[in-house]
């Protein structure tokens, strides 16, 4: 299981590309980082679906348990189509 490249602390969940000139760094954050950082269209849709920071705790966990259960044994994240 991936940490946030943030916090190093929760799964990594939301993945963004930033650009910097010609570099493209890709970043896994948590979703408290996410949000933290007000990474759109993330914010908004938390925003929308009134989750608070009390259920954000709840959903990394769930996140987490279910992303340990797919891990590939080489520590690489797991993909969804």
């Known amino acids: 299981m991936k940490l946030c490249s943030r916090c190093n ?5 939301i993945y963004i590309n930033e650009i910097k000139g010609d570099k ?8 408290r980082c996410a949000k933290e950082m007000n990474i ?9 679906m009134g989750i ?3 259920d954000m705790d709840m959903i990394e ?16 994240s797991p993909s969804f189509d």
């Open 52 to 54: 608070q920071d009390e």
């Open 61 to 76: 966990q769930q996140m987490g348990q279910m992303m340990e259960g797919l891990g590939d044994p080489d520590g690489a």
């Open 24 to 31: 493209v760094t890709s970043k896994g954050l948590c979703f």
């Open 9 to 13: 602390k929760r799964p990594a969940v």
């Open 40 to 48: 759109k269209p993330f914010s908004d849709y938390m925003e929308k």
